[in-house]
């Protein structure tokens, strides 16, 4: 996780006041202040892959396109094909510049026959914005994040929890899709999704409702054993699943193709921002590609180490941390597509000295979302 570096003012979600009362620490991110860690990361981690933890991710960014056109519009702006979803489906997708690097990655949802939204990434909500306004003309966009709360609830006793607190069967909500409906009397829309790679939901309900909904499942969740989560156990979940972060391991200076994103790039759709680009790419092949890593040696990788292979620099570490689960050290870099076939060797140096590593499959941990 990279710590915001910006000397504007921070923004603070509507729980503020709850994680500084829960004791949390609390750091710059993404232009907001938010928790880092209440009890501990690994602490934190552990609850969520063994039981369940809340999480405030209202920092989250959310832009609606509604009207008749709509669908075109997201057509042509993002790289999966959103014709194929229906209402109540969510989908993975991008925005890519002309030249194919990753403007954004977003989970884009159908809200209705012309309604869609977009939730971005919360240090790229301003320029996505712009970004969208720009290049999506035809329909109708609204901002929505500074009136909307975003909660995630995820674990193995996740769905049980809401479950209790729903006005309706969240059951039969299946992955990656979403309903409206009431959790502890709240007006939500259930998402099942998440960044975790445990079973869960992410609810969005209105800010002013967001406090009341973290003590109901708080509250309701002490029998289950919840914790409050921080962003920084909720980086190293995110990285045992090898879930790519923006700002580390996709930026504008990289393409979906190198970063092992290729599945949500859909020129077969019709014409897309990027997509020429993306097209001549795939044709040539890419120089680099993202990889995972384990350590071999008792180290831990972090961003920016450099990668070596016989003591010449071949990539570079893009995320690194111990891995709670798996209890060492693990990583994502890109290396010279030559090197990145799983069992290839690598050094990482830190501290000047090289530490063996070995590059793995993704993911590092299994997954637990409930695909089926």
Request: proline share 5%; charged share 25%.
């Amino acid at each position: 996780m990279t710590a915001s570096t910006s000397t504007a003012p921070l923004k603070r979600t509507p729980l503020f006041d709850v994680h500084v009362k829960a004791g949390a620490k609390m750091v710059p991110f993404g232009g907001w202040e938010m928790p880092v860690q209440y009890a501990g990361i690994i602490e934190e981690h552990r609850a969520v892959r063994g039981a369940v933890g809340l999480f405030d991710i209202s920092h989250m960014g959310e832009l609606e396109v509604r009207g008749p056109e709509a669908l075109a519009v997201v057509q042509r702006l993002t790289t999966n094909d959103a014709s194929v979803l229906a209402e109540g489906q969510v989908q993975y997708t991008l925005l890519c510049d002309p030249e194919g690097g990753v403007v954004d990655d977003l989970t884009l949802y159908r809200l209705g026959p012309e309604h869609f939204m977009l939730t971005v990434n919360a240090a790229n909500t301003d320029k996505d914005w712009a970004w969208v306004t720009a290049h999506g003309a035809g329909a109708e966009w609204r901002n929505v994040g500074a009136e909307t709360g975003l909660l995630a609830v995820q674990g193995p006793r996740a769905e049980a929890l809401v479950g209790r607190l729903a006005d309706r069967n969240v059951t039969g909500i299946a992955y990656y899709h979403c309903a409206r409906g009431r959790v502890a009397g709240v007006s939500a829309l259930i998402s099942r999704t998440g960044y975790t790679g445990e079973d869960g939901f992410e609810l969005y309900v209105a800010a002013g409702d967001a406090e009341r909904l973290w003590r109901a499942l708080m509250d309701a969740g002490q029998p289950d054993g919840i914790q409050p989560i921080g962003l920084g156990a909720r980086d190293t979940l995110r990285l045992e699943m090898r879930y790519a972060l923006y700002g580390n391991d996709i930026d504008q200076t990289t393409n979906p193709l190198e970063a092992g994103l290729g599945w949500v790039v859909k020129p077969a759709k019709g014409e897309f921002i990027g997509r020429a680009a993306l097209e001549a790419l795939r044709a040539r092949g890419v120089a680099r590609k993202l990889v995972g890593f384990e350590m071999v040696e008792r180290a831990v990788p972090r961003h920016g180490y450099r990668l070596l292979k016989a003591g010449a620099e071949v990539g570079a570490v893009t995320s690194g941390s111990f891995a709670p689960s798996l209890e060492r050290g693990i990583g994502m870099g890109y290396v010279r597509a030559d090197l990145a076939a799983a069992g290839t060797e690598v050094d990482v140096e830190i501290r000047g000295a090289s530490n063996r590593a070995r590059i793995v499959r993704p993911p590092f941990h299994p997954s637990h979302t409930k695909k089926a």
